[in-house]
Each structure stands twice: as structure tokens, then as C-alpha cells.
């Protein structure tokens, strides 16, 4: 039914809801002499009559006094950089790579999403960085557009927010697939065929046995576990379980999964954990740290003659994963597999090193008729 007036306190009214429930509010002038209506709660909650009249009273008091009795319910504006700082602040993060995420909101995403997020943003957004004097690499991109779903999800997974923010960048994907012809999404794609043979593993190996440790130990949990940098880096004691060891894929809204340690990875990391707590990460270096020392070997080893711009030929920290996937295909291991241990969404992408397979289809085709 519609608001009633109460018949017995001032102000106050009842509201009949749908479900058979009561609303109780009141109303009242303000200091401007504006008429303003405040919910106080319904009976299912235990709000009477004479609360709401107890509560109108109150505000009255105070507009007496010169102080504004609604100013808590004046919300503050809603900014995206708000679920920014929620998702930085408290998602479970190494320092390390907490400050690598507060770094790129500061240089490179802050100017375009401080209030929202829309798919019109993270297009103009994409575009000024491809477009930039000094351009960061599709990757880089792809990588920062990921870290802003992962904040959405993050926030929507909440249990204190009741209001869930649109995944946008859901909506980002679906554009592509509609909109962004093949050369365009080719000349945005990075491709690395290079992979280390076992030789080269054996050579690194020697180079990093004179250096840090923790280059050994990543290293080796890298040609173990074919992870990215970001998951290797976010490792925690307590992830640590025997021969396996849970994941955080950051690129796929840090969603977890399964990876196992080889005898040597084991070995390495037990040595390295046997005096840290649960929650303590076993990596000190910072990300950009670990990058950086690895990746000046890796040049010393084997980019000497290779211009910087060489994205197909250059070893790099990420070839290590690909090493890892090259490897077990050769050695006869299913994509459906690979793509599993990699955490790829789709086998789409684990399908770039089928060709690596030994005689691809020979043996079903051998014997298809016999």
C-alpha cells in the first residue's frame, strides 16, 4: 500500500511492503527549509513507530545546533581507483610485486581509469600506449588490462559489497574477437618461437651456479613448472605441498592451480623454505629485481649478436616458459596436457607448438586401415 502517515507521532510514516513487511521513515525541514525524507528501517528488523519518531527528533536536535543530520547519508562518489586500492592493498601480493602494480597505476593507467572504467577507456587507453613515443609492448598492455579485471573480481568477491561491478574487460575480449581484424591482432601478439635446447639449460645453469641463488632457484621452478614470472614470484611457503605446488595465475584473474616440482626444484626449495614461515614468500629479490639480473645473463648467453628488437629470436625470462612447453611436447606429452600445466583458458593457444610434436599423427595414420 502507499506511505501512511502515522496517527500518533508526528512526521512518522509506515510503509506496507509487497511481502507483508512494514518500511518506517519520517520526515522533516532542513536548515535550507527543504523537506527531506529519511528510511529509518523495517519492522523485520525491529524498527517501531516511536524508533522512527525517537530518530526524527534527533535530526531535528541537531539542525537546532547547526549540524547537518543526513550528512551520513550522503555518499561519497564512486571511484574506480577506490576497488584499485582495495584489490593492491589487501590482495595476497609480495611487496615486491605490490609496488610493481602501484608503479604501472601511477605511470601509465591512473590518467585514464581514477573514476571508471569502460570499454571506450580501455580502447583509448590501449591505443595511447601503442602509440606512445617510446611504445610499451602488447604485452605490457594486455598485462596492465588483465590486472584491472582481476581488481574488478577481486572487489566483487567481497562479501561486504552487495553492489558488483561489471567485468568490463569481459567486454574488452568480446570487442576483439568482433572488431579487430587478423593483422591487427597479429602485429599485437608477441611471438616466441625461441626455446632453449637442453645444452643452452646446462650452460645457464653453470652461468647462475657462480651468481645468487634465488636466480638458480627461479630458474629451476621455471623449467619445473613452466609458470610465469608473476606466479613464481607470488609463491608462499604454505603453497608448498610435497611434489606440487599451487599456482596464482595473475593473468587469468589469479585463479590457482596445480604445478609439480621435478627432484631438482624440490631440492632447491626445500633447502630454501626450511626456516620460513607459512606465509612468508621465498623470493626476497623484488620482481623487477630478479627480471633485470636474470635477463643480463641471459643476453651475455645468448643475444650478443641479436638486435634488442628481435622479439622472435631473444631469449628472454618468458622463454623459459616456453622451454618448458617445448620440451615436453617433443617428448611425445598431449597438448591437452601441456595445456593444463601451462593454465592456458583455451588449447587454441597451447596449439602454437604442435609442430613440435615427434611425427605428428604418423602412428594413428599407420595403422587407420590395418
Known sequence: MARVKSKKYTGVYKNELANGDISYSYSFKD???????????????????????????????????????????????????????????????????????????????KQDFTNTVTLEKLIKFRKRLEAAQKPLSPRSIDMMIGMIGSAIRYYNGQPSNKKKLHDVVADLRAYDRDH?????????????????????????????????????????????????LG????????????????????????????????????????????????????????????????????????????ETSDRVNRVVVHTLRHTFASQLVMKGTSLVIVQNLLNHAELETTARYAHLAPDAG?????????
Open 31 to 109: 536548515a535550507d527549509n527543504k523537506m527531506q525524507r529519511i528510511t529509518v528501517g523495517k519492522k523485520s528488523e525491529g524498527i517501531t513507530e516511536n524508533y522512527a519518531s525517537v530518530k526524527r527528533a534527533e535530526a531535528i536536535n541537531l539542525i537546532r545546533t547547526g549540524e547537518d543530520p543526513i550528512a551520513h547519508k550522503k555518499k561519497s562518489k564512486f571511484k574506480f581507483q577506490d576497488v584499485w586500492e582495495l584489490y593492491v592493498e589487501n590482495k595476497a601480493l609480495s611487496e615486491a610485486i605490490r609496488a610493481d602494480y602501484r608503479g604501472r597505476w601511477n605511470k601509465h593507467m
Open 180 to 228: 579487430v581484424n587478423k593483422k591487427v591482432k597479429k602485429s599485437r601478439s608477441v611471438k616466441r618461437d625461441r626455446f632453449l635446447i637442453a645444452d643452452e639449460v646446462k650452460q645457464l645453469q653453470e652461468a647462475l651456479s657462480e651468481l645468487h641463488p634465488e636466480l638458480t632457484l627461479y630458474v629451476s621452478l621455471a623449467l619445473s613448472t613452466g609458470a610465469r
Open 231 to 306: 606466479s613464481i614470484m607470488s609463491i608462499q611457503v604454505k603453497d608448498i605441498s610435497d611434489n606440487k605446488i599451487t599456482m596464482i595465475d595473475e593473468k587469468n584473474g589469479d585463479e590457482r592451480y596445480t604445478a609439480y616440482l621435478n627432484p631438482e626444484a624440490k631440492a632447491l626449495i626445500e633447502d630454501k623454505i626450511e626456516n620460513l614461515k607459512p606465509n612468508d614468500f621465498i623470493f626476497t629479490f623484488s620482481k623487477a629485481s630478479l627480471q633485470k639480473r636474470l635477463q643480463r645473463v641471459l643476453n651475455k648467453l645468448f643475444n650478443e649478436d641479436l
Open 362 to 370: 604418423m602412428d594413428a595414420v599407420m595403422g587407420l586401415w590395418s
